[in-house]
């Protein structure tokens, strides 16, 4: 039989059973189970798959965990020794105090951590992505969504606040050099709190001291007064001996203990959107 008469008696067979199946009329897959409920504490070694690629993260929720309340978020980036480099590095993140220091507050906040592999635009975005899917699966406050980055995290970080200012109500930037650009933040009156040796042997402070001055005059520049800048920006710049008298004598590594100062970590909660 020529395909053609097959076609013909296919369709006529079909039209005497009811006519022959359109697509629109194909069961599709039954929608996914609700999910259940979240698991408190870390859920370490998750995969997101994103535009730029996986993304490799953990994320911590308060033990009290409820969906029904609002929950300040703190996005933190580790430097270059506990990114990503295959599997032997899963969770390294984990192991840093820059991490960790945000679940042991007396405010509950969603912690998370991503490992990411460079520290340019890639995970800058990779950043960003990994902001917007916790904000749409977990409970957390959009007027209080908080960045931190250390060494090469702030380079990352820098990047993704200058992206996309918006999401984020303050930043901490701790001994790192910044690669963003300055506006965009002005323009969003992210509060930015800028913390770097005097005597990092990686960067210098001098890199500190001309991103806080850039980021001056670009608030300067958006209208915010001088009283509302110093609001919203702070330089911080410690002596060795500020570090020398909690034992650190290496400056750039020693640098990540800004993320337990009980002062900076109010500084930065205190801010919203």
Not at 233 to 253: E, M, S
Request: proline residues 5%.
């Amino acid at each position: 039989m020529h395909l053609l008469s097959w076609l013909l008696a296919a369709n006529l067979l079909l039209s005497a059973c009811g006519g022959p199946v359109q697509p629109s009329e194909i069961p599709s897959e039954p929608p996914a189970a609700p999910a259940e409920t979240p698991q408190t504490g870390w859920t370490r070694g998750q995969i997101l798959n994103g535009e730029t690629g996986e993304i490799h993260f953990s994320y911590y929720l308060p033990e009290s965990y409820d969906a029904g309340k609002s929950y300040p978020m703190m996005v933190v980036m580790p430097g270059y020794d506990r990114m990503w480099f295959g599997e032997d590095s899963s969770g390294s993140n984990l192991d840093w105090n820059g991490v960790q220091v945000w679940t042991e507050l007396e405010e509950e906040l969603i912690v998370v951590s991503a490992q990411l592999t460079d520290w340019h635009e890639t995970s800058a975005r990779q950043s960003i992505e990994l902001t917007e899917y916790m904000l749409e699966h977990f409970s957390a406050d959009p007027d209080r969504v908080y960045a931190a980055g250390y060494s090469a995290g702030g380079e990352t970080i820098s990047r993704a606040v200058a992206l996309r200012p918006g999401l984020y109500a303050a930043y901490l930037h701790g001994a790192s050099q910044w690669d963003g650009t300055y506006a965009p933040l002005a323009e969003n009156r992210v509060a930015v709190y800028i913390f770097m040796a005097e005597n990092d042997e990686y960067y210098g402070s001098q890199k500190a001291r001309d991103a806080y001055n850039r980021l001056r005059a670009a608030y300067r520049e958006a209208g915010i007064s001088d009283e509302e800048i110093d609001d919203l920006l702070r330089l911080d710049i410690p002596d060795n001996a500020w570090f020398n008298r909690q034992g650190i004598y290496n400056y750039h590594g020693g640098g990540s203990v800004v993320f337990s100062e009980k002062n900076v970590q109010d500084w930065i909660l205190q801010k919203k959107k």
